[in-house]
């Protein structure tokens, strides 16, 4: 009975033990699963991820930022990421590193690492306490997108200048129009005053050819420029003989007359 008495507290004892141990390794399962399922969910995302403590340790990332770190997820993990960012860069993203956990304010910014622009954001992760603890880290290659946008920039301004001076041409075609138009305007102005003209001329003419008086147009020389009709008829010079010439007689009754 005595020995019963004694194994009875033993294996209690081991009875509890054994209880924890399962505990222990049921939640040490569930924490693989979580760890394994947030793994899976830090991948799937084409960005570079990473979580760092507050002084830049890697707690976590994912295959693509180990990828181009030319290391494993593995490897990575309890390295400080600055001491493995070439030297070129990682002053500068320690400096946003340290500034995200002073402000506690997440921050974005671009550089360039073996001929790739990125595009990194850090956000802080602040304790019950409001301390920042962690920053993740998102960094996405915009190389192409970059490239694609500077294009379309340059196509767009070079389109611009096309615009302009296709414009400044039409507006100089224009010009040019409203000058024609304007000088066809001017010269049908005058092909119609000529022409009134013209026909006021004829009638003049016809009034003078009709007319019974003998009529004799001088110019300012006193030569005959044209003779009408009647005064052909009269005194028998024509416009042929006379044109350009004085009249060598004049009757005394017409002297007045031509003075």
């Known amino acids: 009975m005595a020995d019963s008495n004694l194994r ?11 209880k924890s141990l399962a505990a222990i390794a049921r939640l040490e399962a569930e924490l693989q699963k979580k760890e394994a399922t947030t793994q ?4 799937a995302s084409g960005d570079r991820a990473m979580l760092l403590d507050s002084e830049g340790v890697i707690l976590a990332a994912n295959e693509t930022a180990a990828a181009a770190m030319s290391g494993s997820v593995k490897d990575l993990i309890g390295k400080n990421a600055f001491l493995v960012f070439p030297p070129e860069i990682a002053k500068t993203r320690k400096a946003h590193h340290d500034a995200v956990v ?6 974005k910014y671009e ?9 990194t954001r850090l956000n802080p992760i602040l304790d019950t306490d409001g301390s920042v603890t962690h920053v993740a880290v998102f960094s996405r290659d915009v190389t192409e997108l970059k490239a694609a946008s ?6 767009r301004q070079n389109l611009e200048k096309e615009v ?3 414009t400044a041409e039409l507006e100089a075609a224009n010009a040019r129009l409203k000058a024609e138009i304007e000088e066809k305007r001017r010269a049908d102005r005058y092909r119609s005053l000529f022409g009134a003209a013209e026909r006021d001329r004829e009638v003049y003419r016809s009034l003078l050819h009709s007319s019974a008086d003998a009529i004799v147009i001088y110019d300012m020389e006193g030569n005959a420029r044209y003779v009408s009709p009647s005064f052909t008829r009269i005194f028998g010079w024509t416009q042929e003989e006379l044109e350009g010439k004085r009249i060598g007689f004049v009757p005394e009754s017409e002297k007045e007359k031509t003075i």
């Open 8 to 18: 009875d507290p033993v294996d209690e004892k081991l009875q509890a033990l054994e």
């Open 40 to 43: 899976a969910l830090i991948n």
């Open 102 to 107: 002073r402000t506690k304010r997440p921050l």
């Open 111 to 119: 550089d360039v690492r073996n001929n790739r622009r990125l595009e």
């Open 150 to 155: 500077e294009a379309l920039d340059a196509h």
């Open 164 to 166: 302009k001076e296709r």
